[in-house]
């Protein structure tokens, strides 16, 4: 299996599995759907109840990568089963740890000695069925035309990738929970430089309309679908955590020329 084809068998799962909400989520206490954000609203609002849905994606992350990742199986078959084992209060501890992304909680729980980043990324893909559909309804009606920063408004977790739309707009985009939201599109998204000389992008001609915008200011790029030369990939339901693992190639020229997803000054 190639991490192509592990990142497409998630999303299928993730697309299977994704619960409807059967309610909105509570707002923040006096909230203003118009109103800026000032922090992700994943600190003000409580999470949905997840925590089954999380182990059960979890197992199912870690039985896909070790299918992967050979060298990935001992670790994963010495860990699912205190995954399987664990009991209800664990499980809404590893459940809440997991969305707030405390690193060392998590890490303390697993015990997986040099498959830490592994395991965290596990966790972040377990996250998915339950936040994007408590993303998608939390946003619903709410502008975030105020925040412009390089992190989801809804999660924390830093962008992924970046689209321009048709309409010319530019929005990042969450991969955990898929929020998308507006950016400059002139200016780096990790420092905000604006010199055209400073801020600019390159791409592969197999590769476009996807492009990769760097930043001399502070070291950064991102990756950006350019929609608005038209074609399949300027449908709006483009799946761009897919898309981000199949222009893997963009990344490693970006970092070839010493570019950082994130940026020195992030």
């Known amino acids: 299996m190639s991490w192509m084809d592990f990142v497409k068998a998630w999303r299928r799962y993730v697309d299977g599995r994704a619960p409807v909400p059967s309610a909105a989520p509570e707002r923040p206490p006096a909230g203003d759907d118009d109103a800026p954000l000032e922090q992700p609203l994943i600190l003000t609002v409580p999470p949905p109840p997840g925590a089954d849905e999380f182990t059960a994606a979890l197992r199912s992350a870690g039985d896909l990568l070790a299918s992967l990742q050979p060298r990935f199986g001992p670790t994963w078959e010495r860990l699912k089963p205190r995954v399987e084992a664990a009991r209800e209060a664990e499980r809404e501890r590893l459940y809440s740890a997991a969305v707030l992304r405390q690193v060392p ?3 303390e729980w697993a015990q997986v000695d040099g498959e830490g980043e592994t395991f965290l990324t596990l966790a972040e893909l377990a996250l998915q069925p339950v936040l994007r559909p408590f993303a998608a309804t939390l946003v619903a009606g709410r502008s975030l035309a105020a925040w412009r920063r390089p992190f989801c408004p809804v999660c924390g977790r830093e962008a992924d990738v970046a689209r321009i739309r048709p309409d010319n707009l530019r929005f990042l985009h969450c991969p955990v929970c898929d929020t998308e939201w507006p950016v400059t599109r002139l200016s ?77 000054a992030h």
């Not at 001609?205 to 070291?219: I, K, S």
């Open 105 to 107: 909680e998590l890490l």
């Open 188 to 264: 780096c998204v990790w420092c905000g430089a604006d010199d055209p000389k400073k801020v600019q992008f390159f791409t592969l001609e197999v590769l476009e309309p996807w492009r990769v915008d760097t930043c001399e200011v502070c070291g950064g790029y991102m990756k950006t679908l350019d929609q608005r030369s038209g074609g399949p990939l300027a449908m709006p339901g483009v799946d761009l955590f897919v898309e981000d693992a199949r222009t893997l190639q963009l990344d490693l020229l970006a970092q070839r020329e010493g570019f950082r997803r994130g940026g020195r």
